[in-house]
């Protein structure tokens, strides 16, 4: 079976995470790799999934028993006939596993290198037919490294006894470790070796709330006229329109998805490929096997699925190591779709909240306060300093001390036993008496009415951000209802602060504009409009702005 429907399938991912494809696909197609990612960047997949898109059976090395047993579990659970052989065993769970390998039941077997040293070890895998071997943690090679494992040091030797491709990896990558590494696991043979953190410095990345979204688009590709770009659209019909608008204002594109023609889809690919400053406007189904290196921009039109999705589709930009620009667009409406996607899914209900938390994630990086960089990086487990290639780098949008707002959200939750979604909290803080809220009796509650200082779209803001900050989370065995995490703790106790982006929340408020045919240059009268406007913002708590004929705008 092929990588995409069994990483879904069978992980439940919605796409590789940075470098995953390249590793799998050199593992799958039998090559000698040494791969070297940073920690949380999904190295288990690496070996996991080529295991499954071949035939036999793969042996993996681990250093530690409750991993070992964490990952046979989970496999296990996704149907994955694994188990593993260590020390930690039961007999009967030994004498299952013996049974199961001269069986020929197993696709991989876990093993723990003291494991190696026993005599019984290599004939037993002579008889299991193992196809292939993975050694995770491969840094415990390495005499000078911290983890030396001196029975790790048997794995060159299974290697050769069973002459099989081997696959390595570890986190550490300097070179001293790497080259040991090499010299004891592959002997002569170089392997393949990849060497990947996931940043891409040379992408700017830049996300955008909807306003006046095919504008926005517009504007983007305008601006790079006569560069080749890729807009990700979230259903089929927008790549038509967008491409037809687009083609409207000059700028040439065609549109891709799925449910066009084989042939009209590979035309669209070739054409891509070849022609200079041509925009795709695609569904996700738009991306795999596009090797083009000189994409100089990639825009969503749409909020991505998750932030894995959203690091993939912009990282088809600027493969070349020039340039390249994002923008990203989201709204109230995307959120609401993307979760109602994972709600309505036949997922099991702890994929269902992993996805929701992959999609507050996505949601954080998309409201961040500090560089996105940053952000995105640290979600990959990768610790980065401030970009100065990103929007909130190039502009730093101010920010407030939203602890106490936070703290009433996070009380709301608390006091009606973390059940009901947003809507219903809100109602809550700013009191109003829903039927819902009467019938519970929540206007007696002591936070009935405590948020009134902010309007309910000025509310949706801050939870939107609290989400993103992954202190509340919407349960998927509560029908979604909002439940507060273990990071809430800190701040309802006081310990832990929120900043909170203020153009966030005050954009929420509708605003009153002015127009105005008066001369610019009249200061008395510029100053008196200028009070007026201030007059307008406090009486009306919304923002106000004067807009004169060529459209100046005074704050
Ligand atoms: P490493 O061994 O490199 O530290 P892991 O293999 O333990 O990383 O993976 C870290 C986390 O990333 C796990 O929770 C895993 O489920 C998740 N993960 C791995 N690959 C993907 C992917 N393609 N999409 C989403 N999540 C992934
Ligand atoms: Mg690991
Ligand atoms: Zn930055």
């Known amino acids: 079976m092929s990588a995409a429907p069994l990483l879904r399938q069978v992980f439940g991912f919605d796409g590789f995470r940075p470098g995953q494809e390249e590793i799998v696909d050199a593992v799958a197609s039998g090559r000698d790799v040494l791969a070297i990612m940073p920690t949380g960047g999904g190295k288990s997949l690496c070996y996991q999934l080529p295991a499954l898109m071949r035939d036999g059976l793969t042996v993996v090395v681990s250093p530690l028993i409750a991993l070992m047993r964490d990952q046979v579990r989970a496999l296990t659970e996704a149907g994955v006939a694994a188990a593993a052989l260590t020390s930690g065993n039961s007999e009967d769970e030994n004498s299952e596993v013996l049974r199961a390998l001269s069986a020929r039941e197993l696709r991989l077997l876990y093993i723990a290198p003291e494991r190696l040293a026993s005599g019984a070890t290599l004939p037993l895998l002579r008889r299991a037919g193992v196809q292939a071997i993975a050694v995770d943690e491969a840094h415990c090679v390495s005499q000078w490294g911290h983890d030396f494992r001196p029975d790790y040091l048997r794995v060159g030797e299974l290697r050769r006894a069973l002459s099989v491709p081997l696959a390595a990896f570890t986190a550490t990558a300097d070179a001293e470790t790497r080259d040991e590494i090499v010299a004891r696991l592959f002997g002569d043979a170089a392997p393949q070796v990849f060497l990947r953190g ?31 770009g890729i807009v990700y659209c979230g259903t089929r019909a927008k790549t038509e329109t967008l491409a037809q608008a687009l083609n409207e204002t000059g700028l040439a594109a065609v549109a891709y998805h799925g449910g066009m023609e084989p042939d009209n889809r590979r035309a669209v690919e070739t054409r891509f490929q070849r022609e200079d400053g041509l925009i795709v406007t695609a569904t996700v189904a738009f991306g795999m096997g596009i090797d083009k290196p000189d994409i100089r921009w990639v825009a969503h039109a749409d909020l991505p699925k998750s932030i894995e999705a959203y690091y993939q589709e912009i990282g088809r930009g600027g493969r070349d190591g020039a340039p390249a620009e994002t923008l990203t667009l ?197 100053s008196a409009l200028k009070a007026r406007r201030r007059a307008l913002a406090e009486a009306a708590r919304v923002p106000a702005y004067v807009i004169f004929p060529d459209r100046t705008l005074i704050e």
Not at 199 to 228: E, V
Not at 347 to 370: C, F, Q, W, Y
Not at 427 to 436: K, Q, V
Request: hydrophobic share 35%; charged share 25%.
């Open 198 to 228: 996931f940043d891409r410095p040379n992408i700017h990345l830049a996300f955008q709330p909807k306003d006046g979204p095919r504008r926005q688009i517009l504007d983007f590709a305008t601006a790079r006229r006569g560069q080749s």
């Open 330 to 526: 989201y709204g109230p409406d995307d959120i609401r779709l993307r979760r109602s996607q994972v709600d309505e899914g036949l997922a099991p209900v702890e994929r269902k909240a992993a996805d929701h938390t992959r999609l507050n994630a996505l949601l954080g990086l998309a409201e961040s306060a500090t560089c996105r960089r940053v952000a995105l990086l640290g979600y990959f487990g990768e610790s980065a300093e401030a970009c100065g290639n990103c929007d909130i780098c190039d502009a730093p949008p101010a920010t407030f001390d939203g602890t106490q707002a936070a703290q009433k959200v996070l009380s709301a939750i608390l006091r009606t036993g973390e059940t009901y979604g947003a809507g219903h909290i809100i109602d809550l803080l700013i009191g109003n008496p829903t039927e819902r809220i009467s019938a519970r009796g929540h206007d007696r509650l002591p936070t009935f009415g405590v948020g009134k200082d902010l309007s309910r779209s000025e509310w949706q803001a801050v939870v939107r951000q609290m989400l993103g900050r992954d202190l509340i989370r919407p349960d998927p065995e509560r029908h979604g209802g909002l439940a507060i995490t273990a990071a809430a703790h800190a701040v309802l106790r006081g310990e832990e602060t929120v900043t909170l982006r203020r153009d966030l929340v005050s954009r929420a408020r509708p605003a009153v504009v002015v127009r105005t045919q008066v001369d610019e240059e009249d200061a008395p009268l510029l």
